[in-house]
């Protein structure tokens, strides 16, 4: 994990067309990223979120990753430490002809998607 302690993994599985994960972070209120992002108004950067959805991933196809290609990333609400630290990411997720896998991914907190990311990793 390269965030050092940002999180806390609760939950983490496959359904059973082995395609989709549905993983379940809790975040470190008390990591120093919240202290400058912003003070008095924690929200999480929009590149930990894309981290953590490389990091879940990588969890899942058993290798190291790199982010190759964003074809689409949207923030649709903010992720706050404090008003929602249980953190829900779903992916669907297929291996290329060329070996890459394409990801489909949607953060969620409470109930609302706060991001929704498309991409390729190499």
Known sequence: MLLNKLYTLVSFGFSEE???ISAKI???REHPVFG???PG???LPGVCTVQIIRELLEKAVGKELV???AASIKYLGFISPVKTAEILFDFLFKQTD???F???ASVSAGGNVLCSFK???I
């Open 102 to 104: 394409f990801c489909i």
């Open 67 to 69: 982010l190759h290609k």
């Open 26 to 28: 809790l975040l470190n």
């Open 119 to 121: 991409g390729e990793y």
């Open 98 to 100: 060329t070996g890459s």
């Open 41 to 43: 108004n924690p929200i």
């Open 18 to 20: 082995k395609d989709k």
């Open 36 to 38: 400058g992002h912003f």
